[in-house]
């Protein structure tokens, strides 16, 4: 059947050419559907319960999507008239940002005090140009003493000040978050342009998700022309065929189309792990592309006509590479196991992106072979013989191979403790990305991005007045100032002291907690009537005024630190207010747990595809022996990277998570191959262990390791990426793709000589 199939295929070669370019095209144009994802949330599934614990804090009280100006005066002082009066219009005209909610800064900070029996509420800065020094010194004393600004709105020193804006996006078009970016990044121009000495830095949640697309865009930009680059010249290399290489870019082309069209057809949202597909794909297609030219043009030398060579080629690849297609698609499709959709999306569009180019290697490709002036180099290549005199050494050294390649696995594989989780968000970005050197800038300079929030249930409505649940919440307050890597907490305890005082002559000595339920409650409702509208507490207090949200802002410390952190304070909630305790929630929070959720989820999705595609090796090489063996040489790639890995980085993540899921199908393939032949060599040929290794390195050595090498210049280009997560998902894989290699070849051949059986 197959038989008939590809003489139709070489003899309608103009009609199957036109067939798949139209069927490309088609498929492509769903391009026009796709969509960048702009929202970290992206990484998170509906079911993850740290996401889930996230938005019932925001949904109990309001979103803090934000938008944080931080200012840095060239003078290093904030409180100048000038610097002042760019903060006042600054806090201004930050009120038009598109679905801004609350603007905070030191200037409309709400400062209270006491004016004979009245409570005074007013701007902390109503008129910068009227004041004088002295008030000017005053005023900055105020702000860097308050704990509600310091280290969050002004430095202890005074040389920085934030104008933060709460965003509360209605999550109903894409263009939400460019419209507010690009919004702020021109107040941000425009306030720099009439305040030649200030510098604006932009940093907050939604400069972080307008990030994204950025990076990925860059990336698109600066990593796709170096692949194909790479690609045309390792192919023009190691195929010496123009026809064989034009027909294989076009192939890389029309896939890319149809699965980028596929893509936007099925609604799938492009995010930063998704736009890496282009580069994965391109380099399958090519190993698809590789075993079928080099076959071909092998047969060719030895003086096969065209047309037979073609056939000769399609009918011993056809069973390898319909079975690593379909290997790889089932290690790609195990990434849907991950908890994370943006590499469910990824998995599936490589999926996609194999199996179309299985579909146009075996129809185009022959097709246009048969077109094309295809002219072999009479002789060997120097790859084919560089094989031969390989499977010699190998052959001579299996003993010392078998042991030696065997002790450095283990030894590797036990370094894989090593390994530790980490997952900073912001380290997703490298330096050169805006939003990374702003956020470095504020957490150095004013405050961190990295929040742990609580909702403090007093347990009944109007409870938050209670003086006993006061007296414990400002308890968790300073323990947690105590605290390494805190810089802030925001409490409703320090406004209760500060009412209490103001209500007290502002006599300092009064800067307590009110000791009656009924004072706390009356000051604050005193408070909450004087606040104008926009600045109220519901940020603060829930409705029925018996939860208060509970802030810490931390520097950019390191996952296990923040979880760390979480689980001394949930200790210290146990041991002096469990009636309050509360998961601390945060996108830091959800971040910090994402690393961790993932490798348990990827584990299943792994060990599930390595049964599936042991059994279809097993049925289809027919040898339960061989089928067993194959699973070394699958197996120990990953082993050996991620403890190679834990030897020279010592990190993994989020992205790293789902390598062995996607190398597995990969790997497999250079196995197959070398099997394939292996068996053909033993039962076609009766060829005894060692001659079928001598053939099998002749007939596919080279492609192999010429796929091999483009699979590693494809996925070590990502390496490059601004983004983080695809330059280490990408150099862990092909760190992975060469010690597969260096399995295959080196330890797969020893084994099939010792334990590969009479009759396989």
């Known amino acids: 059947m197959s038989e008939s199939f590809f003489r139709f295929v070489l003899k309608h070669k103009i009609l199957v050419i036109l067939l798949t370019v139209a069927v490309s095209l088609m498929m492509g144009s769903g391009v026009q559907h796709l969509r960048f994802n702009n929202d970290y949330r992206m990484f998170f599934s509906e079911e993850n319960p740290q996401l889930k614990a996230f938005e019932m804090l925001q949904n109990t009280y309001t979103k803090n999507d934000n938008v944080l100006f931080v200012i840095e005066p060239q003078d290093g002082k904030v409180f100048t008239r000038e610097n002042l009066t760019a903060v006042t219009e600054l806090t201004k005209e930050a009120w038009q940002i598109p679905y801004s909610i609350r603007v905070d800064s030191i200037t409309n900070f709400q400062h209270t005090y006491a004016e004979g029996d009245d409570l005074i509420v007013e701007d902390l800065v109503l008129d910068p140009a009227s004041l004088n020094d002295e008030e000017l010194a005053t005023k900055q004393q105020i702000a860097t003493n308050d704990p509600l600004l310091r280290n969050r709105l002004i430095s202890p020193t005074a040389h920085t000040t934030g104008v933060n804006v709460t965003v509360q996006l209605p999550g109903k078009k894409l263009t939400e978050v460019p419209e507010v970016a690009a919004k702020v990044k021109q107040m941000a121009k425009n306030l720099e342009a009439s305040y030649p000495d200030i510098k604006v830095h932009l940093t907050g949640m939604v400069i972080m998700n307008n990030a994204f697309p950025t990076a990925s865009q860059d990336d698109m930009k600066s990593l796709y022309p170096i692949m194909f680059g790479a690609v045309i010249l390792v192919l023009v290399l190691m195929l010496r065929s123009i026809p064989g290489t034009i027909s294989t870019l076009i192939i890389i082309l029309l896939m890319i189309i149809a699965t980028m069209g596929l893509t936007g057809w099925l609604g799938i949202k492009m995010s930063p792990p998704t736009t890496t597909v282009p580069i994965v794909i391109m380099t399958l297609a090519i190993a698809d592309c590789v075993h079928i030219l080099v076959n071909f043009l092998h047969f060719m030398r030895e003086g096969e006509a065209k047309y037979q060579a073609m056939m000769e080629s399609l009918r011993i690849n056809l069973q390898p590479i319909f079975l690593t297609t379909l290997t790889t698609a089932i290690g790609f499709l195990s990434l849907n196991f991950s908890d994370a959709p943006p590499f469910r999306d990824l998995g599936n569009m490589a999926a996609m992106g194999v199996v179309l180019a299985f579909l146009l290697s075996i129809t185009f490709l022959p097709a246009m072979m048969m077109l094309l002036p295809v002219k072999a180099l009479s002789g060997d290549t120097m790859g084919s013989l560089a094989m031969v005199r390989f499977a010699e050494f190998v052959i001579r050294n299996k003993k010392q191979l078998l042991w030696g390649m065997g002790i450095l696995i283990l030894f590797l594989i036990v370094q894989i403790p090593s390994n530790r989780l980490d997952d900073r968000f912001v380290e997703y970005f490298d330096e050169t990305i805006d939003f990374r050197q702003d956020t470095d800038f504020a957490t150095d300079n004013l405050t961190g991005i990295y929040l742990i929030e609580y909702s403090l249930e007093s347990g009944e409505t109007g409870g938050i007045s209670d003086p006993d649940f006061l007296r414990k919440v400002d308890g968790f307050a300073q323990w947690y ?280």
Do not use: C
């Open 481 to 760: 100032r105590q605290q390494p890597h805190v810089l802030h907490v925001n409490t409703i305890t320090d406004i209760m002291k500060r009412l209490n005082r103001n209500m007290h002559a502002d006599d300092d000595s009064w800067y307590r907690l009110p000791e009656q339920r009924d004072l706390s409650a009356q000051y604050l409702l005193l408070y909450e009537f004087s606040l104008p509208f926009g600045l109220d507490l519901n940020n603060q207090i829930n409705v029925k005024k018996s939860a208060t949200r509970f802030t810490v802002t931390l520097e950019s410390i390191s996952t296990q630190q923040l979880l760390q952190i979480e689980e001394d304070a949930q200790q210290w909630l146990l041991e002096n207010a469990p009636e309050m305790r509360s998961d601390g929630a945060s996108p830091s929070v959800m971040f910090a747990h994402i690393g961790s959720r993932n490798i348990i989820a990827m584990l299943k999705g792994t060990t599930t595809a390595l049964i599936i595609i042991s059994l279809i090796l097993v049925v289809a090489l027919r040898s339960l022996r061989i089928g067993g063996i194959s699973l070394i040489p699958n197996l120990v790639p990953m082993g050996m990277a991620f403890g190679l890995w834990g030897l020279t980085v010592g990190e993994v993540g989020l992205a790293l998570s789902v390598v062995s899921g996607m190398t597995l199908g990969i790997v497999v393939d250079d196995t197959v191959h070398f099997l394939s032949k292996y068996l053909r060599a033993r039962r076609e040929k009766n060829m005894s262990g060692e001659d079928a290794v001598r053939y099998a390195f002749s007939t596919v050595g080279t492609a192999l390791w010429v796929t091999s090498l483009v699979l590693m210049v494809g996925f070590g280009i990502l390496a490059f990426s601004h983004f983080q997560l695809n330059a280490g998902m990408g150099l862990l894989t092909a760190i992975t793709l060469g010690l597969a290699l260096v399995a295959d070849f080196l330890f797969l051949p020893p084994l099939l000589i010792y334990f590969g059986g009479k009759k396989p």
